[in-house]
């Protein structure tokens, strides 16, 4: 999802919701709620905010700075390349 941006941000929270909170039980839905609602008021990506801030909230910021690299380093390689 991250390479193509399909849907973005509303696709990604969905998603979210699917594998984070029904699937794997990491957070509860009032937790992404709460965690989205918090990254729309930062400015930025808010479906990048979002997970780097579950994963921070799992397992503390080690977590969360691979959590970003990892979603992020495939669009930025793209565009990288392109701009190239």
Do not use: D
């Amino acid at each position: 999802m991250s390479v193509s941006c399909f849907g973005g941000p509303q696709a990604h929270i969905a998603h979210f919701q699917k594998l984070l909170v029904e699937k794997r039980k990491y957070v509860t839905e009032e937790e992404l709620i709460e965690v989205n609602a918090l990254g729309q008021v930062l400015p930025g990506p808010t479906s990048t905010q979002t997970l780097t801030a579950i994963a921070y909230r799992l397992r503390g910021p080690n977590l969360a700075y691979l959590t970003l690299i990892i979603w992020m380093l495939p669009s930025v390689a793209i565009m990288t390349i392109f701009g190239i």
